[in-house]
Antibody, heavy 120, light 110 residues
Framework: QVTLRESGPALVKPTQTLTLTCTFS??????????VNWIRQPPGKALEWLAR???????YYTPSLKTRLTISKDTSINQVVLTMTNMDPVDTATYYC????????????WGQGTLVTVSS | QSVLTQPPSVSAASGQKVTISCSGS????????VSWYQQFPGTAPKLLIY???KRPSGIPDRFSASKSGTSATLGITGLQTGDEADYYC???????????FGGGTKLTVL
């Protein structure tokens, strides 16, 4: 059974760095073609893909946020971490992690999401 | 501004059929598989269609999809009030080297 769960602060101040953790089970990021993505959704708005890390440690970022994002993995404890620097109120959103199999690239399992509010 | 273009909303009567379009380019839909996601308010998106036309286990065959060139279409037949949700198309963009979504379509069942 594949599960993913996001964790992190519910509230961050402007200019701070956000660190989110995706803890997963039911698959391994050492398995060929396995990947974990981060996606966010501002309140009332559309999904926005942010980043992906692959089984071979390849990393991909959305161009508009590339300078602020870092994705990493710890395969020994089945976690993927996303950091986003210089947070702004416009970054207020629900952040999701989701699994992908590289190639078909569909997001077959999602976490429940975690709402992050950026406010002073 | 989303890379993939969807209509903001569609509506149809209960029991009828509706289609939702998703338009992209040669670097995304034109060269990669398309997937579709269903999202109810306050919940995470759920995979509805993968690899252009395939349904995951548990998704009723009232949901179907197709792809032609740089566009994809989701179809829902026998509409039910429980189908009222937001629907998103998604794929990978080979030029951007990142995932992309449509802006989402809100389905209303009249």
């Amino acid at each position: 059974q594949v599960t993913l769960r996001e964790s992190g602060p519910a509230l961050v101040k402007p200019t701070q760095t956000l660190t989110l953790t995706c803890t997963f089970s039911g698959f391994s990021l050492t398995t060929t073609k396995m990947c974990v993505n981060w996606i966010r959704q501002p309140p009332g708005k559309a999904l926005e893909w942010l980043a992906r890390i692959d089984w071979d440690d390849d990393k991909y970022y959305t161009p508009s946020l590339k300078t602020r994002l870092t994705i990493s993995k710890d395969t020994s404890i089945n976690q993927v971490v996303l950091t986003m620097t210089n947070m702004d109120p416009v970054d207020t959103a629900t952040y999701y992690c989701a699994r992908t199999v590289a190639g078909p690239d569909y997001l077959d399992y999602w976490g429940q999401g975690t709402l992050v509010t950026v406010s002073s | 501004q989303s890379v993939l273009t969807q209509p903001p909303s569609v509506s149809a009567a209960s029991g009828q059929k509706v289609t939702i379009s998703c338009s992209g380019s040669s670097s995304n839909i034109g060269s990669k598989y398309v997937s579709w996601y269903q999202q109810f308010p306050g919940t995470a998106p759920k995979l509805l269609i993968y690899e252009n036309t395939k349904r995951p286990s548990g998704i009723p065959d009232r949901f179907s999809a197709s792809k032609s060139g740089t566009s994809a279409t989701l179809g829902i037949t026998g509409l039910q009030t429980g189908d009222e949700a937001d629907y998103y198309c998604g794929t990978w963009d080979t030029s951007l080297s990142n995932g992309v979504f449509g802006g989402g379509t809100k389905l209303t069942v009249l």
